[in-house]
């Protein structure tokens, strides 16, 4: 069974700085796409960044040039390192695991709220 679990919401000033993270259990972290995404209210759910097994990014281009996609295999976690933050950021944030076969996410992780403040 693969759990994900979210982790650094909060609330922000504009320009501020969040740092995330996405802990999983089970042993297919390491030989797993994964991602970010995030839903604001009354939204679709939107990715944000996405990083494949060898490290490789993509990122929407909202975010481009200020949020940061990174993974720690030996630790099983994903992060997003997001910095000055606008309040058309505000959503909620989810970590995926993509491992269905056309690469789109199986597994989702409960959401951590970012809440960015003008």
């Known amino acids: 069974q693969v759990q994900l679990m979210e982790s650094g919401g909060g609330l922000v000033q504009t320009g501020g700085s969040l740092r995330l993270a996405c802990i999983a259990s089970g042993s297919i972290f390491s030989i797993s796409n994964m991602g970010w995404y995030r839903q604001a209210p009354g939204k679709q759910r939107e990715l944000v960044a996405r990083i494949t097994i060898l490290g490789f990014t993509v990122y929407a281009g909202s975010v481009k040039g200020r949020f940061t996609i990174s993974r720690d295999n030996a630790k099983n976690t994903l992060y997003l390192q997001m910095n000055s933050l606008k309040p058309e950021d505000t959503a909620v944030y989810y970590c995926?695991?993509?491992?269905?076969?056309?690469?789109?996410?199986?597994?989702w992780g409960q959401g951590t709220q970012v809440t960015v403040s003008s």
């Open positions: 995926s695991l993509d491992t269905n076969s056309d690469g789109s996410p199986q597994y």
